[in-house]
Nanobody
Framework: QVRLVESGGGLVQAGGSLRLSCSTS????????MGWFRQPPGEDREFVAT????????YIADSVKGRFTISRDYTKSTVYLQMNSLKPEDTAVYYC????????????????????WGQGTQVTVSS
């Protein structure tokens, strides 16, 4: 059974950094995509970044490009979202998601494309 557990959220001042982690259980496949989404207060969930488990394909949303990076540690079954130069508008609940056994290079930027989700972790950026 696939489980996703996020960690690393918290309160940070504008300009600061945080690194979110998402550990996954169950068998992983090189074609899986692991994505990060976020949901600001009162808004819809939006795409942030995604990476193919093989590590050779990544996509980053334009709103965070140049500030956020996504990576994965195959040995730890963990995906990371490094967030730098944080802004108050980055405040949201951040969710990790997994799409199993894909057959294209993506980008899998729609939340409905992912089968499994974590419980979310709160990121709050103060001004």
């Amino acid at each position: 059974q696939v489980r996703l557990v996020e960690s690393g959220g918290g309160l940070v001042q504008a300009g600061g950094s945080l690194r979110l982690s998402c550990s996954t259980s169950g068998n992983t496949f090189s074609s899986d995509f692991m994505g990060w989404f976020r949901q600001p207060p009162g808004e819809d969930r939006e795409f942030v970044a995604t990476i193919r488990w093989s590590g050779d394909v990544t996509y980053i949303a334009d709103s965070v490009k140049g500030r956020f990076t996504i990576s994965r540690d195959y040995t730890k079954s963990t995906v990371y979202l490094q967030m730098n130069s944080l802004k108050p508008e980055d405040t949201a609940v951040y969710y990790c998601a997994r799409k199993v056994r894909t057959y294209s290079n993506g980008p899998y930027s729609e939340s409905g494309q992912y089968e499994f989700w974590g419980q979310g972790t709160q990121v709050t950026v103060s001004s």
